[in-house]
């Protein structure tokens, strides 16, 4: 089998090349990836020998035309990802995750390839603190931010693919990951970084906000189950019953890295933001027989804030950056 991994160098993708080489040596990986900002090759070192790396972006034709030709199946996970810098500049959002999207489609369709495409619980928009509510595949779409409506619009692009010209696709709604090789401009890396680099955390209002957590791996091995016995045209929810707030989860890493529980700042809200986010994942341990192994946040937790300390030279340089961009923002708000 020969699959072609977009956005293999940024953080769910490069976890799901590593975990694919190491776990399925019959499997041919090519990444392609334009390697933005969000993206860090060394996340690759080990498998690079592995895979083939191709440099380029989804949006350019020509380029997804070359490297699919031939594939059995692509796997997307190319986007802009960060709320807040969608906040500041929508563009690069909808060019990648709406118009690279269509041009994936219009090659995949071309070539007569499966794809499949990973988006996010965030198109469903939020649900109330403290309901029993969870998103299932049946929730409608109300998305809030520009990346979420742009993850939307590009769910919505897949399923007029599928039933207007019968493309091979499925689509699979996570819900937050963590792990490995995240980028430390979001929430928990960002948070270990701080400490790490001496400076306090951040968190955003009253941080009563949920979010429901699932380790990267988990993540990829349901991406594999979609891809091994997935029905096309279908979409499934991931998630694995991991909701905790985001003051409950600073706790934990505050907790973890023996900081006292007060050590951190609350700082300006972000506008929009999402209340909550919960997944009931019925479909795809039912219909795939899929289950996270990982299920154990503290566990994970305590792993990732462990790998973050014996990895500062993965994280490093791009932290002041990142840091100096947020306090540009924060000042911006008050
Ligand atoms: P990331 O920001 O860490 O990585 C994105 C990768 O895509 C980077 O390597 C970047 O260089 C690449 N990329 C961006 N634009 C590109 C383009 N035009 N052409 C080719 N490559 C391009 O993102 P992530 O957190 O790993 O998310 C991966 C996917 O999973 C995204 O589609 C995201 O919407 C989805 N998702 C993420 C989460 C999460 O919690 N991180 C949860 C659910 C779904
Ligand atoms: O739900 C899936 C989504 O999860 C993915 O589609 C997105 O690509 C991914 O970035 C993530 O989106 P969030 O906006 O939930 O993640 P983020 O890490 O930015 O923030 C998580 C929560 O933490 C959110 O409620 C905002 C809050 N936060 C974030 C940062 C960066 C803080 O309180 N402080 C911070 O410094």
Known sequence: MHIVVTGGAGFIGANFVRRTVDTRPDVRVTVLDSLTYAANESSLDEVRDRIDFVKGSITDPAVVDEVIAGADAVVNFAADTHNDNSLNDPWPFLDTNIRGTAVLLDAVRRHDVRLHHIST???????????????????PYRPSSPYSASKASSDHLVRAWVRSFGVRATISNCSNNYGPYQHVEKFIPRQITNVLSGARPKLYGAGLNVRDWIHVDDHNDAVWAILDRGAIGETYLIGADGERSNREVLGMILEAMGRPADDFDAVPDRAGHDLRYAIDATRIRRDLGWEPARADFAQGLADTVNWYRDNPSWWSPGKAGVESAYARREASDV
């Open 121 to 139: 619980d965030e198109v469903f928009g939020d649900l109330p603190l403290d309901t029993p509510e969870r998103f299932t595949e049946d929730t």
